[in-house]
């Protein structure tokens, strides 16, 4: 372990949304959910140390981390884990809310799901969980926001999302519901929306739009 008294903080942060851990760096790199300068992608990581788990930055089979006064570093690969998942599409702002329910603001998001990455939507003020529609209402910990609130009527250039079960391409939408302003999935002319438990679909294209970009 070495350490040295200079080590850096910053009041611009993002909080992860994940909690899964791996034992060791996946060969995704598209994973990380850092970048540094001289080190490249970076991920985040938690280390066992003698003041408990603490969060850090780790990259192969290193973790750095800050204690009290000093920046600290192991190079064993068991001494650490590193955390699956993205953080909030790599920016320090997050996007403008794309939907709304009652007082509460959404976020268009594409869920990582068993099924794929399939669009939905994040409450605001409850950015643990990302819903959509799968069979019923379905939810994520593990999500991208999407930034764009441009929409359209037709479907242009690349959907966000892909879906399995032979569906593929799948855009976020905006969806008129009942219950708001709702950030759903669609394709080819139906939407699907989910809302406390149950999911919708649509084929009435007046009352929803394609999200274009990301």
């Given amino acids: 372990m070495g350490g040295n008294k200079d080590y850096l903080t910053s009041n611009k942060w993002m909080p992860i949304y994940s909690n899964q851990h791996l034992d060791k760096q996946p060969s995704d790199r598209t994973l990380a959910q850092g970048n540094q300068t001289g080190y490249g992608d970076i991920f985040s990581g938690i280390v066992e140390t003698d003041d408990g788990p603490i969060c850090g930055k780790a990259q192969g089979g290193r973790i750095w981390w800050t204690a009290p006064e000093e920046v600290k570093e192991k190079s064993t690969q068991n001494d650490h884990v590193v955390i699956k998942g993205w953080d909030v599409n790599g920016n320090w702002t997050a996007p403008t809310p794309q939907g709304s329910a009652g007082q509460d603001q959404l976020w268009a998001a594409i869920c990582n799901t068993s099924n794929g990455w399939v669009p939905g939507y994040v409450f605001v ?87 274009i970009g990301f």
Avoid: R
């Avoid at 441009?150 to 399995?164: I, L, N, P, R, Y």
């Avoid at 855009?171 to 939407?191: C, I």
């Fill in 125 to 211: 003020d409850a950015p643990q969980t990302c819903y959509y529609a799968w069979h019923k209402e379905e939810t994520s910990g593990e999500y991208v926001l999407i930034y764009s609130d441009v929409t359209s009527s037709d479907m242009e250039g690349k959907a966000q999302g892909f879906q399995t079960n032979n569906f593929g391409d799948i855009y976020s939408v905006l969806v008129e519901t009942d219950f708001g302003l709702l950030p759903a999935k669609g394709m080819n002319g139906s939407a699907w929306w989910s809302w406390k438990g149950k999911s919708y679909h649509t084929t009435d294209t007046s009352i929803f739009k394609y999200v």
